[in-house]
């Protein structure tokens, strides 16, 4: 049955309140319940482990500069008109009157055994029963955990001793943010504490790839324990790219690594780590690097192929969306996690200005809907001057066949990349839930962009969530574009390939816009094989039928994200974690999601 959601906003004082929540839903015959309805009162009622109430009254955020508008004096692109697409499952037939994302009033919960991170999203009403996967996978997370000097610091890549270790021992930055999330969900910080800590000492190391400095700034990809016997001593050893595949330095690190720092405050309510001199240097120096000004003439940040998820040459090079929106995330995370004192404030001005020219660029140039690809279809070339539509000189030829069948009447999404004569016209799911997360979509274009999955199911789903990428470069395209790369033919790991550890991203852009029943579903998918098939790293095949070629088992961000997207599902407000609000003066109506179901 639907589930309805109320909300009612008041002021009081310059203080927003949130009030009453009313709830109507179906328990299932499994509960042996018929339909109820629940009455939220304003406070939050936790129930301790000791049989005790503890009520929490709603407040304002710890930051509270996250409730105001940073990015609502940013230009706009030209209105995109959106019409609501039915869930494909067919099972509700609501939908937006406006085409806008479900924003809903903030709602913040005191510390407590029971946290919530508190985004604008209520508090879980509904009783889930805990599939026999979600112990078996904390079992599995907690055999991945990596101690030093007695403490835990994070999560290995994978445990598996079928095959050679290569660099899958040792705790990578973007592979530990689902591990993070789910241990602070868990109501586990300390780790999380631990790991920010020791990546931030790697930090200030000096950093040399064949005898060239890096840039001060660089967070390492990965570090690893290293333990002599005969000193009874551990060290950490990073690997600043010297290693990696293409010897690329990450870009995203540094990003992930201040949104997990803000991840961490916002749940804990405790910003004394934040606060601390380290870590606003920390912070400071990645804003440094990619600050900076250059020759380039574009807000968007240039990044060479290898520095992020898709560490291997894939086409990429340019403006890749994925950086993009961890940029974009990671500067809004850092304006609210600075410190107002002189050498925070130095980076205000210059953090509020790159968000103005980063939003209009990518929602004006990266965007691509049916309209915008009729647009760009009739483009006129060589034009010069201010008054160019076609600013970056795109070929119309150059667009692919493909592009005009996997594009739905009703939806759109950020392309892969624009630069000069350049669009790359794939769909590359990190970076597009990313935007929904981060804001940098409008209401509208996350509405667009839950559309355009749920019409294109079969090629960005299939059998196994999720595709990283979407289509695959096959045959002489592959050969010029990945090198000949054997790791990356066609449909295979990055190249096309299915990533159980997307689930956790999918599954918060769902509850942020509103259509928690998509994420549902793709997790019933998973919840079929993942565990049957030991956790696998990544699945190929153009529907993720089969387990990648070279695909490592017990993969910690495959169990990691699982867990994350269930407990994210059971208890929606985590997604304040993770998420940040679009501006309030500007939020619209809240309207029930047409995948609302619950």
Same mark, same amino acid.
């Given at each position: ?23 109507? #839903? ?45 990015? !609502? ?18 099972? +509700?037939? !609501? ?50 955990? /990596? ?168 086409? /990429? ?26 050498? !925070? ?82 769909? #590359?799911?990190? !970076? ?140 929606? +407000? ?20 047409? +995948?609302?179901?619950?």
């Amino acid at each position: 049955m639907p589930l309805y959601n109320t909300y009612h906003r008041k002021e009081n004082r310059g203080l927003l309140e949130t009030c009453l929540f009313s709830y109507s #839903f179906c328990f299932s015959a499994a509960h042996g319940a018929s339909e109820a309805s629940f009455q939220f009162p304003l406070s939050v009622t936790n129930m301790s482990q000791n049989g005790s109430k503890t009520s929490f009254e709603t407040s304002g955020s710890i930051f509270e500069i996250e409730d105001f508008d940073i990015l !609502g004096s940013l230009d706009r692109p030209r209105p995109i008109h959106v019409e609501k697409n039915r869930s494909f499952d067919g099972r +509700s037939n !609501g939908g937006y009157a406006d085409n806008s994302a479900p924003i809903v009033d903030h709602l913040e919960y005191g510390s407590s055994p029971c946290r919530r991170s508190g985004f604008n999203t209520p508090r879980s009403s509904c009783h889930f029963e805990s599939h026999p996967m979600v112990a078996e996978a904390w079992e599995a997370l907690r055999r991945s955990l /990596v101690y030093f000097r007695g403490q835990p610091v994070g999560t290995i890549a994978a445990v598996d001793h079928s095959v050679e270790e290569l660099n899958y021992d040792q705790v990578f930055v973007r592979d530990f943010v689902p591990s993070a999330l789910a241990f602070l969900m868990n109501g586990e910080d300390e780790i999380v504490k631990n790991f920010l800590l020791k990546t931030l000492h790697l930090q200030s190391r000096e950093k040399m790839i064949d005898q060239f400095k890096l840039g001060e700034g660089v967070m390492p990809a990965s570090f690893k324990v290293i333990h002599d016997p005969e000193r009874n001593y551990e060290t950490l050893t990073a690997d600043f790219g010297e290693s990696a595949i293409g010897r690329v330095a990450p870009v995203d690190s540094g990003f992930w690594w201040i949104i997990l720092l803000r991840a961490y405050t916002k749940h804990t309510g405790d910003s004394s780590l934040a606060d601390m001199p380290e870590c606003q240097k920390g912070m400071r120096l990645i804003l440094s690097l990619c600050l900076s000004e250059g020759f380039d003439t574009f807000p968007t940040l240039l990044c060479a192929d290898g520095c992020s998820m898709i560490d291997r040459r894939m086409g /990429v090079y340019g403006y890749p969306i994925e950086i993009q929106a961890l940029f974009f995330m990671a500067l809004r995370c850092a304006l609210v996690l600075l410190k107002q004192d002189e050498a !925070g404030k130095e980076f205000v001005d210059r953090i509020v200005n790159r968000l103005h020219a980063l939003s209009y660029h990518m929602r004006s140039y990266f965007w691509l809907d049916l309209k915008q690809l009729n647009d760009i279809y009739r483009y006129k070339t060589e034009e010069y001057s201010h008054t160019a539509v076609n600013k970056f000189n795109v070929m119309p030829d150059s667009l692919p066949d493909w592009v005009f069948d996997f594009m739905p009447s009703r939806g759109g999404y950020f392309i892969g990349n624009v630069s000069p004569a350049k669009m790359d016209f794939r769909w #590359f799911c990190l !970076g597009n839930c990313m935007a929904i997360l981060s804001s940098l979509a409008t209401p509208e274009q996350s509405v667009a962009i839950m559309d355009l999955i749920e019409s294109r199911w079969e090629e960005l789903v299939g059998e196994m969530p999720l595709k990283i990428a979407y289509p695959a470069f096959e045959r002489h395209e592959w050969r010029i574009i990945t090198g000949c790369d054997p790791k990356n033919t066609r449909w295979s790991y990055h190249n096309g390939g299915s990533w159980p550890v997307l689930l956790w991203l999918l599954t918060a852009a769902c509850i942020k816009t509103g259509r928690p029943q998509i994420a549902r579903n793709a997790i019933e998918l998973a919840e079929i094989r993942l565990s049957k098939d030991h956790w696998a790293e990544y699945y190929d095949g153009k529907l993720g039928r089969y387990v990648g070629k070279q695909a490592r088992k017990f993969q910690t961000w495959s169990i990691a994200g699982y867990l994350v997207a269930k407990m994210m599902l059971e208890d929606p +407000s985590h997604l304040g974690m993770i998420s940040l609000g679009e501006d309030k003066q500007m939020k619209p109506l809240i309207k029930r999601s047409a +995948s609302c179901t619950f």
